[in-house]
């Protein structure tokens, strides 16, 4: 079902041509480590996110998506990281990303493994940079640089 309502409204956004709202969650962990996913799809580091659902709001899909991603439940929005917008941030379709970073506990665990191949938590120096999934990698550098991004 969460296949078939993703295709949906990447059609929809296809054809009403106007971008997609997503968002990335920063996950860190009470021993300061950050939580990131290996995406499914291109086998790349990613910050936990997705699409906003139809009729949620932007806590509930960062709740959402953090729990399906990585297990973990979300405990406190620390700050928004940022905005992006670059039609080509995501190659599959035009999306704007609202991120933020969290506090957050529990076991990780992946449950959504149609997506994620793995979850991980990392130290900030270990973090995999260079290489990750859509903009992340400029996501991450504005977070660890203490920046909030409009872009």
């Excluded at 973990?72 to 992006?84: A, H, P, W």
């Excluded at 504005?142 to 991004?149: F, I, K, N, P, V």
Aim: aromatic share 6%; with cysteine; hydrophobic share 45%.
């Amino acid at each position: 079902m969460a296949r078939a309502w993703q295709f949906i409204t990447t059609v929809l956004g296809i054809i009403f041509r106007h971008p997609i709202t997503g968002l990335s969650v920063i996950s860190l962990l009470a021993d300061g480590q950050m939580v990131l996913v290996r995406r499914r799809d291109n086998g790349k580091w990613a910050i936990p996110g997705g699409m906003v659902n139809w009729g949620e709001d932007l806590l509930t899909s960062a709740t959402r998506e953090l729990e399906e991603e990585t297990g973990l439940q979300l405990i406190r929005v620390d700050r928004l990281v940022g905005v992006y917008s670059a039609p080509d941030r995501d190659p599959r379709i035009h999306s704007i990303c609202v991120v933020v970073a969290v506090q957050a506990q529990g076991q990780i665990a992946v449950q959504d493994t149609h997506e994620i191949l793995e979850a991980r938590a990392f130290k900030l120096e270990d973090l995999p940079l260079g290489n990750m999934s859509h903009d992340h990698d400029r996501q991450l550098q504005d977070y660890l640089a203490g920046l909030t991004t409009f872009a």
